[in-house]
């Protein structure tokens, strides 16, 4: 961990993403459903906090609130103070979803440097991003430039996708599920990989997972959501090393504090 | 193939079937060797009239699908036009674009681009459509404007639904050509078949149809291969 992420996990400093009193209805009359309500939290900067819950209790829809994708029927939604919209023009966040959602008409380059080609040229051309050629070696990925997405295997494709989310360098990372389509080897190697990513950088990690395991490697806090429309349950501080290593992955702390968050689920 | 060749020579030859009302196949092969040149030089029109044909046709195609994905109310008025156009059959409206077009290649060229039209319309909206909506999200994530979702997202996810509709339309051009020079040639393949048919030369009329099937198959060669080129990735795979 660096300075910035223990001034962080302190919460020293002023929250990279301030949700208050949300809520989000989805349609309107008889056929409107009530994802989630009264969402409350902070999160601090340079932190990795996991949303966890139950299928379909609305974590998703969470983050696409934050990333600017869903307007919330109501609550305000700040990012470094900012609205989301602002954010978004900003670069200051990006986003990996549970599908590499990679163009398979480029090459594993052309997708990482997708950030460089859209969206607003000031920003383009803001000078604080990373060579393509970077990200690709940051995921391990150098040497597959060329390649066609199609000829990767599933956790290349991420990588691929997670090298396009750090190549603008972000402020905060928003991730769907981003390794729940993967098998159980390839998302503990793509898990410390990416705490790697995340200690070397000031970045804010919002994950979403519904893998307890998971979500006690990775995160510093955990939030809890019940079920439908979701609440903040709680929140559960992660009483883990900074540093993480796989070995940790079958330490019986793990196994503890995934119990304390099955208990938070099961009372949602 | 070849026994369905045999079983028709062999029918032929039985049966002491007339050549002037079905040719035997050895006749049909003999035709085509003694008019081979005259197939070749009619072949040259129809060919122009569908190529050109299938280029403007598609064309305005493709525009009226990218027109109608970003304006939903255009669509809504005028898709059922393009539904009333597809409904009125093209033989009855090939005399109104002679009457309008004259006597050249234009009517010719207007008919097979009217036959090439609709296949691509239908496809061609429902591949700009036709997106991964986690791509769309990417794209809102990185505020990209439309024009740049268009460049870098849509245009390629509809390519695969575009050469559907290329490979159909390909053949249909033909037809159109061929249909639009019944109304109206001294020229081409159509009319080479009108001919043939007026003087009983069921043979030639036989090596004529071949000829019009060698040509459209070609175009369809020609398409599946281009599409090979382009589309180099699998348009069935999710990633």
Known sequence: MNATHAEA???????????????????????AVEAIDRIDFDVADGEFITLIGHSGCGKSTLLRVIADIIQPTRGSVRVFGQSPDVARRKRAFSMVFQQSVLMPWATVLENVRLPFKVGPKAIRASGTSMDALDALRLVDLDGFADAKPTALSGGMRQRVAIARALVTRPRILLMDEPFGALDELVRDALNVELLKIWRQSDMTVVFVTHSLQEAVFLSQRVVVLSRRPSQVEGILEIDLPTKRTLGLKDDSRIGTEAARLRALLDAG | MASLLTLWQLICAGFAIPEYLVPSPIRVVGAFREDWALLISNSVPTITEAFFGFLIGNAI???????????????????????????????????????????????????????????????????????????????????????????????????????????????????????????????????????????????????????????????????????????????????
């Open chain 2, 61 to 239: 195609a493709i525009s009226v699908a990218i027109w109608f994905v970003y304006n939903k109310i255009f669509e809504e008025m005028y898709y059922p036009v393009a539904i009333l156009i597809k409904t009125i059959p093209i033989v009855a409206i090939a005399p109104v674009l002679k009457i309008i077009l004259g006597n050249g290649i234009e009517p010719k060229i207007a008919v097979a681009a009217l036959i090439c039209f609709f296949p691509t319309l239908v496809n061609a909206v429902r591949g700009f459509r036709a997106v991964n909506p986690n791509l769309m999200e990417l794209m809102h994530v990185l505020s990209a404007s439309r024009t740049e979702v268009f460049r870098f997202v849509r245009f390629y996810g509809a390519l695969p639904y575009v050469f559907s509709a290329f490979k159909i339309s390909v053949t249909m051009c033909v037809l159109g050509a061929i249909v639009g020079e019944w109304i109206g040639a001294n020229k081409g393949i159509g009319y080479i078949l009108l001919q043939s048919m007026y003087d009983f030369d069921t043979p030639r009329l036989f090596a004529t149809i071949l000829t019009a099937s060698l040509i459209a198959i070609g175009g369809f060669t020609i398409v599946s291969a281009l599409e090979k080129i382009v589309i180099s990735w699998d348009p069935g795979e999710s990633i």
């Open chain 1, 9 to 31: 996990g302190a919460g020293n400093s002023a929250p990279a993403i301030s949700l208050r009193n949300i809520k989000v209805t989805f349609g309107g009359g008889a056929k």
